[in-house]
């Protein structure tokens, strides 16, 4: 089975600063990798996957993830935050094959400080 | 890009009766549906697995004569909360997978949520 750790539950950042979230999972097959952002009281929106290929994936704003396997790493990060990233940030993991759904992490709360 | 609706967003039930949510993909077939549940500031937990024409798969712990899940169609499954009782207020969320992808790529799309309360 998989799992997901998500070492910060929340995360306070000054706006325009750099910020990680960090992910590792844990796997005995190969995987697929997300992160989505859950803003209040809403449903979630995929930030970025990786499925294979190149380790640095970029995605919506600004995100970016590097995947390390041999960390068994997918952590998020983004060069300068605005307000408006402040929301819930989950990782997922799945198997890369079959009907297999995702298992997500605890979350991590990141609150962008004016 | 592909939609996944879910009906209602917001429900008020009474203890005691059945609410019923539904999860639609609107532009893409989908084989296998997926229902979580999440509890404030927690994360999401699958509660079951649905596959379209037969019964739902559910997860250690997940009562299936409680939450009873139908997946008709390539389009559409459901979820009932049978005699629903105020710890089963919570935000259930569905996802989808594309069956033209569901080999390459897990391309999984999700709904905007449900939230129940019990009263």
């Known amino acids: 089975a998989q799992s997901v750790t998500q070492l910060d539950s929340q995360v306070p950042v000054f706006e325009e600063a750099p910020v990680e979230l960090r992910c590792n999972y844990s796997?005995?097959?190969?995987?697929?990798l997300f992160w989505y952002v859950q803003y209040p009281n809403q449903g979630l929106q995929l930030l970025l996957k990786?499925?294979?290929?190149?380790?640095l994936v970029k995605g919506i704003n600004g995100f970016e993830a590097e995947f390390n396997k041999s960390q068994t790493s997918f952590h998020l990060r983004k060069p300068s935050v605005h307000i408006s990233d402040t929301a819930e940030y989950f990782c997922a993991v799945s198997k890369n094959s079959g009907n297999t759904p995702l298992v997500f992490g605890k979350g991590t709360r990141l609150s962008v400080i004016a | 890009g592909a939609v996944v609706s879910q009906h209602p967003s917001w429900v008020i039930c009474k203890s005691g009766t059945s609410v019923k949510i539904e999860c639609r993909s609107l532009d893409f077939q989908a084989t296998t549906m997926f229902w979580y549940r999440q509890f404030p500031k927690q994360s999401l937990m699958l509660m079951a697995t649905?596959?379209?024409?037969?019964?739902?798969?559910?997860e250690q712990g997940v009562e299936k004569d409680k939450f009873l899940i139908n997946h008709a169609s390539l389009t559409l499954s459901t979820l009932t909360v049978t005699s629903a009782h105020p710890e089963d207020s919570s935000f259930y969320i569905c996802?989808?997978?594309?069956?033209?992808?569901?080999?390459?790529?897990?391309?999984?799309?999700f709904g905007e949520g449900s939230w129940l309360t019990v009263v």
């Open positions: 649905s596959n379209e024409g037969s019964k739902a798969t559910y």
């Open positions: 990786y499925l294979s290929g190149s380790t």
């Open positions: 996802s989808a997978r594309d069956r033209t992808t569901a080999n390459s790529g897990n391309t999984i799309y």
């Open positions: 796997s005995s097959v190969s995987v697929y």
